[in-house]
């Protein structure tokens, strides 16, 4: 809904801060005939009790957003915050500019009279305090035919029908359709264009204007037929053919494995002579790995550990040995370390400090670290390395290259794993105090949950060069915030994906209760993560989405989605070669050389980078916003609550083209032989119905 709708909507806000409407009686929508250019409004407090004492008016403001705009014959409520809310005395007058455009009334209420401006001046009772808004009256087209165009009247039980509707003139101010049946218990009728067939039988549809009710057309459907709707199946094992590990291998780097057991992993505090460590800050790094929200030892949120066993269903279990302090020498001075040593260097000096800080914690420990092989490859799985410096947005005179958080790969070492003693390859490299994102008293973990994501193999879904937005901000691997997309969840092997085949009713629970999530694919889908899909998942603002649906992570950044809703996303995760071409999946075991996810979240990265191969405009993950306008593609905004779909909510490409480069369909030029809709929502469950088209 635009602006300008939501503006003719009368909101009477009552609130402890004092909000509240100058008409606490009128109707937004009602139309006056008054068209005096002053009115007044008495809301003085009267009491029989003449000792009461008189709380007085400070000020008052206008809190409709400015300027306003009404469209010609609406109207629309001014709306009042007072200071104090209890005072006395609350009586306000009301003055139009240009009564001929905008009349108010005694309460408030603007009504559109003209096309043109006006201001509306408001005062209290003695005239200590003003206020003023400025009115926009805009034109008003109505609809004056509404036909539906609909050629299909045959509906199967027990599935859906979305109705084609054309509304005239083309730029009638509001389009909105209400739609009703004569019987809905044959052929439901809800919010939207979508009608559900419930039994069989026949019932008429009705489609009204909701602005001009005398216009309206209606249609005969028919429900018949029977279908079980239950084609589907549960995927089990889905990487059991390829997995984000072996996908890191064929590029000499490597990732923490997907294994269902415990996995001991490497924390190694880097400390720089200029920036020794403090008692407290070491004492932290175990609440930071370690510790959860629910034993008090975070005070916020959850640790990588309990972030990790929550987001994988139980099976990723890992533990964090916190090594003792590892302190750098300089072979140039034989000195400990200090950031200035390293102040005209590149990042990978970070190499030699992680393979001296294994080589410390080996040697310190009498130990050949084959405890953090779990895989048993050779390679110890992921080492985190925190360094005593602060990032250099807290301290600028330092290295951006080095001082910041990253990962990154010790690839020139890769084929000198050792099964008698396991070298690092994979690590993680980051200042102390992004553990404090969310201020000094409290243990945040989200940067380093988010860069573990990178070490189990993701990518980053936001846009290096901040051009677009395809995942709408809210990931852990997009902003750092909530939860894991169930994409991602598929692709480490934690999720079994229900894949549709057919005509399809099925009942979902949220991704924080379990690991639900639908698959809708081309027909020869290869049977793994690494593929095109769409994927449907219940998204609600409970579990490990709580905290960011509720609390910014940092001050600009969005919240997390704040209500249960469907997510759907367009996943092309396709793989190329290193000879620029796609992989053919249908034999996994002649898949051999340098394998690479092909498309990314970053523009400038596809068809020009040269680990992806694909058109500028493919994306690896891109949100569908259920509005059918792909604001967050193609203007770089955040998802919010409203890009969720909702119950009557339904898909199908053709309504959403413009999600998809190549429109009608796939990236790959396949089609998509189904459509959705949404029956219920709650805030454990939905259930989805799935056609073949």
Known sequence: MNKLLRNLTVVFILTVFGVSSCSPNQSSNTSTSE?????????????????????????????????????????????????????????????????????????????????????????????????????????????????????????????????????EPEDATDKSIVYTSSNDSIIKAGTTDTVEALTA??????????????????????????????????????????????????????????????????????????????ASTINSLDALFNGSNEDGTTDYWESVCSFYKKSSYSKVNMEMTIADIYRPINASTSKQYTTSDIQSLNYTITVDFLRGAVADYKTKNNTDCTDFDNDKDGFIDAVYLVYSAPDYMQAEKLNEDIFWAFCYWDWENFNNSSLTSPIPNNYFWVSYDFMYDSGKDKIDSHTVIHETGHLLGAMDYYDYGYKTNPLGGLDMMDNNIGDHNMWTKMSYGWADPIVVTGNSRITIKSTQIQGDVIVLAPEDWNGTPFDEMITIELSTPTGLNKVDAENK?????????????????????????????????????????????????????????????????????????????????????????????????????????????????????????????????????????????
């Open 35 to 167: 068209n005096s250019s002053e009115s007044l409004i008495s809301e003085s407090t009267s009491t029989s009790d003449s000792t009461t004492s008189i709380v007085p008016l400070d000020y008052f403001l206008i809190t409709n957003e400015k300027p306003a705009e009404v469209y010609k014959t609406k109207s629309l409520q001014i709306e009042c915050l007072f200071y104090p809310e209890n005072a006395t005395d609350k009586s306000l007058s009301f003055v139009s500019s240009n009564p001929t455009i905008a009349s108010v009334s005694n309460t408030g209420l603007v009504s559109g009279l003209d096309v043109g401006t006006s201001n509306i001046t408001v005062f209290n009772s003695d005239k200590s305090s003003t206020d003023s808004i400025t009115v926009n009256v805009l034109p008003f087209t109505p609809v004056t035919s509404v036909t539906i165009t609909q050629t299909k009247k045959n509906l199967l039980t027990g599935g859906f029908l979305n109705l084609e509707v054309k509304v």
């Open 201 to 278: 039988g026949i019932a008429t549809i009705t489609a009204t204007s909701k602005t001009n009710p005398e216009v309206s057309d209606s249609i005969d459907l028919e429900s018949s037929g029977t279908d079980s709707f239950n084609s589907y199946h549960v995927e089990k094992d889905i990487t059991k053919d390829i997995s984000m590990q072996e996908i890191q291998k064929s590029q000499s780097l490597n990732s923490i494995p997907n294994m269902n057991s415990k996995q001991k992993m490497l924390v190694i505090p880097v400390e720089f002579a200029d920036y020794p460590f403090t």
């Open 553 to 693: 992570y940092i001050g600009y950044y969005p919240y997390f989605y704040t209500k249960p809703g469907i997510r759907v996303q367009y996943a092309d995760c396709r793989l190329v070669s290193g000879y620029n071409q796609y992989i053919d999946m249908s034999d996994p075991s002649k898949v051999s050389g340098n394998i690479y996810l092909g498309p990314s979240n970053t523009a400038d990265y596809n068809g020009k980078n040269s680990l992806n191969y694909t058109k500028e405009n493919y994306r690896q993950l891109s949100l569908i916003q259920s509005g059918k306008e792909a604001t967050c593609i193609n203007k770089n905004i955040a998802a919010s609550d409203d890009d969720l779909f909702h119950v009557g909510d339904s898909f199908n490409m053709n309504d959403y083209q413009e999600f998809f480069p190549n429109k009608t369909t796939l990236d790959s030029g396949k089609k998509l032989p189904y459509e959705f809709y949404v029956e219920s929502i709650s805030n454990t469950e939905a259930t989805i119905v799935v056609q073949k088209i």
